[in-house]
Structures are given as structure tokens and as C-alpha cells.
């Protein structure tokens, strides 16, 4: 499979990612980490719906100790830090915070073998990050508060551990993507002890939030961390990182169309320095193809 292949895999999470918003809107109140397990339980039947037709995938569960902790930390540590943030910070502060993940992971990428860090990476996930202040603020700026510190380091350490998972994913390129299944098992057990020690269990009350809960375990905490597993251990994880940023775009348009918020000028605008950021840190592929094109003929 080509790189370019591997990275628009990759890219299919991001796609995913948009519609978590919108389905955590629909699921009603149910507390986050009740979420998270009930979700990752059904993400873990996503991975385990390849054992019915290749029953040898499950020894693919077998790997070595420093692949689950990486995979477990990532996947539940990111999550983890997120909510604590939210518990202790104001949502647009640790938001923003946390968005710096796709920034990151283009930033740590350099430090990979045979990757190279260039202009179009850095400014691409610039401008990435600028759409997504603009979102998350709606374009009345921000301000951090000292009394908020430790929901900021919180939201920090959730944008570090998963760009830091992101990256180091592939040191562990011959670990196959099946093992994902594991490490959202793992995950929901982990976010189920979470909800039982500070949580008050609430379940869905009628079809519609039982079917935004399975459709965040089916798609944005499902088969998006299969994707991108592979998308960041055999793509572009430069490109992908940046184009990262077009999940809070791509989510706002969701609730925007079902009525869950309005459009503004700053969704606009934001529309435009993400949509350039992509495409600018994308030259080199853009342009690789179109080379490969004209040679063809």
C-alpha cells in the first residue's frame, strides 16, 4: 500500500472526529467517562468483528508490554487528561489547550526517522491552529486565568500524550493495527472505574441517545483509532497532523446543520485558514501526484 494511500486512511479519522460533538450532543447527559466506556466497549467490537472471519487476528493481541502501554496511553491517558481538564478549566480554555495536539505531532514528527520538517508543515498547522482558535473563541478572543492552572496543565498533558502517542506509533509500525482492539478494551475498562469513582451513572433515555452512543463507539471512538493507527505508522503524519485541524471545522458545520449551533463569520473565516493550511501543508504530496500525472502521459 502506497504512502499516499496509508495517509488518506489516516485522514478518514479526522472525518470521524467531526461527529463526535454532534453525537455527545445527542446521547443527552450522560457523564463523560460513562461515555467513554460505554463508547470504547463498542469500539472494541469493531476491531473484534474481524475475529468472526479471521479467527488468527486475535493472536495479534499478543505484543510486547511497551506496545500496550503506549497504546493504552494514548488512548485512555489522552481521554483522561481531556476530562480532567474540563472538570477544572473553562471548556474554551481547555480546548484550545488541548487543540495543540495536531501542531505537536508535526513539530515531534521531525524527530522520526527519514522525516523532515519543512516550511509548509509549520505554517500549514499554524494557520490550522488559527481556525481552530477562531471556532473554539467564536472570534471573541480569550483569556487564561491563574485560578485555572492546573485544568491548563491538565488539558496540556491530554494534547502531549496524544501527539506523543501519535508520533511514537511508529517506532511500532510492525505492531499490527488489530491490536487496537486490545487497547480499547483496556480503555473502556479503564474509563469504567474512572465513572465509578466520581460519576453518578446515567443511562439513555430513548432510541436517539442510545443510537448517538453507538454511532460515537462505531465511528469517532471506534474505527477512527483503527485508521489512524495505520494513517500514522505508514502515511504522512506531517500532513495528517496538520489536517488535523479540520475536525473542529468540520464539527461545528455538523451541529451548525442540525441545528446545535449557528454559523458566524468566524466559522467562515476559520473555513479558509484551515482549508489553506491543509492544502499548504500538503504541497509536496499535491504536487508529487501531479507530477506522477504528467509523466504519465
Not at 64 to 77: I, K
Not at 134 to 143: A, P
Request: glycine content about 12%; overall charge positive.
Amino acid at each position: 500500500m502506497s504512502r499516499t494511500t496509508s495517509t488518506l486512511i489516516g485522514a478518514i479519522a479526522i472525518l470521524l472526529w467531526a461527529f463526535l460533538a454532534l453525537c455527545t450532543a445527542a446521547s443527552g447527559t450522560i457523564p463523560p467517562f460513562q461515555l467513554n466506556a460505554m463508547a470504547f466497549a463498542v469500539g472494541t467490537l469493531v476491531g473484534m468483528a474481524k475475529w468472526i472471519k479471521a479467527p488468527s487476528s486475535i493472536k495479534k493481541l499478543r505484543q510486547p508490554l511497551m506496545a500496550w502501554a503506549l497504546g493504552v496511553a494514548g488512548l485512555f491517558g489522552y481521554h483522561f487528561f481531556y476530562f480532567t481538564a474540563l472538570r477544572n478549566a473553562p471548556p474554551i480554555d481547555a480546548s484550545l489547550i488541548g487543540y495543540l495536539w495536531p501542531l505537536l505531532i508535526v513539530l515531534f514528527s521531525a524527530l522520526l526517522p527519514g522525516e523532515q520538517l519543512k516550511w509548509q508543515h509549520i505554517l500549514g498547522s499554524i494557520l490550522g491552529l488559527g481556525g481552530a482558535v477562531l471556532i473554539v473563541t467564536g472570534g471573541k478572543g480569550f483569556t487564561f486565568n491563574a485560578e485555572y492552572g492546573y485544568g491548563y496543565f491538565m488539558a496540556f498533558l491530554g494534547a502531549l500524550t496524544w501527539s506523543s502517542y501519535s508520533v511514537l506509533s511508529r517506532r511500532f509500525a510492525n505492531v499490527p493495527t488489530d491490536a487496537v482492539t486490545g487497547f480499547c478494551a483496556a480503555t473502556a475498562v479503564l474509563s469504567l472505574g474512572c465513572h465509578l469513582l466520581w460519576e453518578t451513572t446515567v443511562w439513555p433515555q430513548d432510541l436517539l441517545q442510545w443510537s448517538a452512543v453507538i454511532g460515537v463507539g462505531l465511528g469517532p471512538l471506534g474505527l477512527a483509532f483503527y485508521v489512524w493507527d495505520h494513517g500514522v505508522k505508514h502515511g504522512d503524519i506531517q500532513i495528517i497532523g496538520a489536517a488535523s485541524y479540520a475536525t473542529p471545522l468540520l464539527s461545528t458545520f455538523l451541529l451548525v446543520g442540525f441545528g446545535y449551533a449557528q454559523f458566524t463569520w468566524a466559522i467562515g473565516a476559520a473555513c479558509l485558514l484551515i482549508t489553506f493550511g491543509a492544502v499548504i501543508a500538503s504541497k509536496d504530496m499535491i504536487l508529487g501526484r501531479r507530477s506522477r500525472a504528467v509523466n504519465a502521459n
